[in-house]
């Protein structure tokens, strides 16, 4: 290995001297060349963008990735420039897990006919998830990540650079002060006048020739510090070009945000429309799935409550929906609804018991025997003799069918 020992002493006695002039400038005991304030403004500025980037790119990765290993995994990978490995999503793996249980218990059977619905409804949730990282990381991580590992790298290394043409610009205006005082010391004592005659003659030869050296000191000295101010002008006016370029970055980081709030959108609307769905799914055959089950029972249990099956983005915000009393079964009149054989022109609403009902969700009708809604429309609502407590009966002008109680606030 070539080692060059020359090179090195010089790189020390660079690194000692501007760490005694850093120590010289704290205690005040040296001038220091500031930059103007618009430039000041604008390498805070910088610094600013460069510590919340960072801050929201780690956590916007938490956020897609809470796993801790997961996320050091994929990092060892990206920094060894090699494929991340394609991982389950937990909503896929969930899905997994209830699927194989329903084999075992039998997909025919009520619960495990629910199991593969809510499965296949967690397959696409695990789906939506993994588009929606996807998406996010290219639109939103990679541009951020871009600007930390390149446009801030330059940034930084033009400061250092510009930080070296200062301390070096301020080393020749030491240098220049100390060699116009030793020139003007040296003058001084050219113009005094000695105390014995025969001396007066070898010491104007020696402050002549003191006076001429410092004279050639000065104008070396100011011949650098020509250089070196030329240099830090330069220098600065490059570092300015990158720092007013952080006003670009911050539109592009703008775009960049609104895209993964579009994509954020999009996720979760679907979200909202799997479990919607799944809703719909599993509200239209619980009547058949309890009747099917719990035939004979005396000590049935109870169905769950309407607010229980409600959407979960609107069960913390939306009050309990109270629910109607179901009328007894009156002997001689058929249970029609309780067959699924209803016929909205035949219903007839009771004489009392009607009540006003707004409408939270759109809801798409599955048969003919339903009434399809649309969200914050009004309607009227009332419950028949054995009928299924999480079913009413809706109308809306002439138009009649059962609704689920889970999409309707009722009104006192």
Request: hydrophobic share 35%; net charge negative.
């Given at each position: 290995?070539?080692?060059?020992?020359?090179?090195?002493?010089?790189?020390?006695?660079?690194?000692?001297?501007?760490?005694?002039?850093?120590?010289?400038?704290k205690?005040?005991?040296?001038?220091?060349?500031?930059?103007?304030?618009?430039?000041?403004?604008?390498?805070?500025?910088?610094?600013?963008?460069?510590?919340?980037?960072?801050?929201?790119?780690?956590?916007?990765?938490?956020?897609?990735?809470?796993?801790?290993?997961?996320?050091?995994?994929?990092?060892?990978?990206?920094?060894?420039?090699?494929?991340?490995?394609?991982?389950?999503?937990?909503?896929?793996?969930?899905?997994?897990?209830?699927?194989?249980?329903?084999?075992?218990?039998?997909?025919?059977?009520?619960?495990?006919?629910?199991?593969?619905?809510?499965?296949?409804?967690?397959?696409?949730?695990?789906?939506?998830?993994r588009?929606?990282?996807?998406?996010?990381?290219?639109n939103?991580?990679?541009?951020?990540?871009?600007?930390?590992?390149?446009?801030?790298?330059?940034?930084?290394k033009?400061?250092?650079?510009?930080?070296?043409?200062?301390?070096?610009?301020?080393?020749?205006?030491?240098?220049?002060?100390?060699?116009?005082?030793?020139?003007?010391?040296?003058?001084?004592?050219?113009?005094?006048?000695?105390?014995?005659?025969?001396?007066?003659?070898?010491n104007?030869v020696?402050?002549?020739?003191?006076?001429a050296?410092?004279?050639?000191?000065?104008?070396?000295?100011?011949?650098?510090?020509?250089?070196?101010?030329?240099e830090?002008?330069?220098?600065?006016?490059v570092?300015?070009?990158?720092?007013?370029?952080?006003?670009?970055?911050?539109?592009?980081?703008?775009?960049?945000?609104?895209?993964?709030?579009?994509?954020?959108?999009?996720?979760?609307?679907q979200?909202?429309?799997?479990?919607?769905?799944?809703?719909?799914?599993?509200?239209?055959?619980?009547?058949?799935?309890?009747?099917?089950?719990?035939?004979?029972?005396?000590?049935?249990?109870?169905?769950?409550?309407?607010?229980?099956?409600?959407?979960?983005?609107a069960?913390?915000?939306?009050?309990?929906?109270?629910?109607?009393?179901?009328?007894?079964?009156?002997?001689?009149?058929?249970?029609?609804?309780?067959?699924?054989?209803?016929?909205p022109?035949?219903?007839?609403?009771?004489?009392?018991?009607?009540r006003?009902?707004?409408?939270?969700?759109?809801?798409?009708?599955?048969?003919?025997?339903?009434?399809?809604?649309?969200?914050?429309?009004?309607?009227?609502?009332?419950?028949?003799?054995?009928?299924?407590?999480?079913?009413?009966?809706?109308?809306?002008?002439?138009?009649?069918?059962?609704?689920?109680?889970?999409y309707?606030?009722?009104?006192?």
């Amino acid at each position: 290995m070539d080692f060059n020992v020359k090179k090195l002493a010089s790189d020390a006695g660079v690194f000692f001297s501007r760490a005694m002039q850093f120590t010289e400038e704290k205690l005040g005991q040296a001038e220091k060349t500031e930059l103007d304030a618009h430039f000041e403004n604008l390498m805070a500025r910088a610094d600013c963008t460069k510590n919340w980037t960072e801050k929201i790119l780690r956590q916007t990765e938490v956020l897609l990735q809470p796993n801790l290993s997961a996320r050091v995994e994929e990092f060892l990978y990206e920094k060894l420039d090699r494929k991340v490995p394609s991982r389950v999503t937990n909503g896929e793996l969930l899905a997994q897990y209830m699927t194989e249980a329903a084999n075992d218990f039998g997909p025919g059977t009520p619960y495990g006919k629910t199991l593969i619905k809510v499965g296949e409804t967690q397959r696409r949730l695990g789906a939506a998830e993994r588009d929606f990282i996807q998406s996010a990381s290219i639109n939103f991580l990679t541009p951020l990540r871009n600007f930390l590992e390149g446009d801030w790298r330059t940034i930084s290394k033009e400061r250092r650079t510009l930080q070296n043409c200062r301390l070096d610009l301020d080393a020749c205006k030491a240098r220049l002060k100390k060699a116009k005082a030793a020139e003007a010391k040296a003058a001084c004592e050219g113009d005094a006048v000695p105390d014995f005659q025969e001396t007066r003659p070898r010491n104007y030869v020696l402050s002549a020739s003191a006076s001429a050296l410092w004279s050639d000191e000065v104008e070396k000295a100011e011949h650098e510090l020509r250089l070196t101010q030329t240099e830090f002008d330069r220098q600065a006016e490059v570092t300015r070009l990158l720092l007013e370029g952080i006003s670009s970055t911050h539109v592009n980081h703008l775009r960049c945000l609104h895209e993964f709030v579009e994509s954020q959108t999009n996720y979760y609307a679907q979200c909202y429309q799997y479990m919607l769905d799944l809703q719909k799914q599993l509200g239209s055959s619980k009547g058949e799935i309890f009747s099917g089950t719990f035939v004979g029972n005396a000590e049935s249990t109870s169905p769950p409550s309407a607010a229980a099956s409600a959407p979960a983005g609107a069960a913390a915000s939306l009050p309990a929906v109270p629910t109607i009393p179901v009328v007894p079964t009156i002997g001689g009149v058929p249970n029609a609804v309780a067959e699924g054989v209803l016929n909205p022109n035949e219903v007839k609403p009771p004489a009392s018991g009607t009540r006003k009902a707004r409408v939270l969700y759109d809801y798409e009708a599955a048969d003919s025997t339903e009434l399809a809604l649309l969200a914050d429309e009004m309607i009227t609502v009332y419950s028949l003799p054995g009928m299924d407590p999480d079913w009413l009966i809706g109308e809306r002008g002439n138009q009649k069918g059962k609704v689920p109680v889970t999409y309707l606030e009722l009104l006192s």
